[in-house]
């Protein structure tokens, strides 16, 4: 079972529309969760971290934390072609030596 | 966020020869470096950890002897991939974190694109 996994996609979604991206997690004792953006060719990005159950918004990304349930989501409002990319979920635990695991990655294509 | 370099950004090279390729941290001290790669298709993959003056620490599977890592600096990291064969090619990408990093935020170089021939 991998620790950390996404559908791959590709998530096709109309410009405008809200796409929305699942993570879950197999590691408890995770403290930490990112989403990067990551073109291709290129390095990622960090979009959000968040650290505590609930919603955190910046702009037009929201991240959705649930720890009980080991789950993290990433909503993308008004989705512009700009946004069509990998999007990496990635989950830290301090006491396993500060090292982010990431997931496999979900495709995310929007179309004008 | 961080401001990271990688150099060169892309490289090719014949199969056999030794490839080196640096990292930069332009406005923070890495204490600590982390090295991936990524493969076309799938997602980063840790290679090894490193602290400033001290021997990295590498994940299972990826043998120190191939690929060395050195972090003399806190701001500059070299991963240098020795005797290099086509599978070998892949993205490496370096992320320090550092004494002015927000909490454990790793932020990414911009990557180096190998290619063995």
């Known amino acids: 079972q991998k620790e950390v996994e996404q559908n791959s996609g590709p998530l096709s979604v109309p410009e405008g529309a809200i796409a929305s991206l699942n993570c879950t997690y197999s590691?408890?004792?995770?403290?930490?969760f990112f989403w990067y953006r990551q073109y291709s060719g290129k390095s990622p990005e960090l979009i959000m971290s968040?650290?505590?159950?609930g919603d955190k918004e910046d702009g037009r990304f929201t991240a959705q934390l649930n720890k009980a349930s080991q789950y993290v989501s990433l909503l993308i409002r008004d989705s512009q072609p700009s946004d069509s990319a990998t999007y990496l979920c990635?989950?830290?635990?301090?006491?396993?030596?500060?090292?982010?695991?990431f997931g496999g990655g979900t495709r995310v294509l929007v179309k004008p | 966020g961080a401001v990271v370099s990688q150099h060169p950004s892309w490289v090719i090279c014949k199969s056999g020869t030794s490839v080196k390729i640096e990292c930069r941290s332009l406005?923070?001290?890495?204490?600590?470096m982390f090295w991936y790669r990524q493969f076309p298709k799938q997602s980063l993959m840790l290679m090894a950890t490193?602290?400033?003056?001290?021997?990295?620490?590498?994940e299972q599977g990826v043998e120190k002897d191939k690929f060395l890592i050195n972090h003399a600096s806190l701001t500059l990291s070299t991963l240098t991939v020795t005797s290099a064969h086509p599978e070998d090619s892949s993205f490496y990408i370096c992320s320090p974190t550092g004494l002015s990093g927000t909490t454990d935020t790793q932020y990414f170089g911009p990557g180096t694109r190998l290619t063995v021939l």
């Open positions: 990635a989950v830290n635990n301090w006491a396993a030596g500060n090292k982010l695991t």
């Open positions: 406005d923070f001290q890495a204490t600590t």
């Open positions: 490193s602290n400033e003056g001290s021997k990295a620490t590498y």
């Open positions: 590691d408890r004792g995770s403290q930490s």
């Open positions: 968040i650290y505590s159950n």
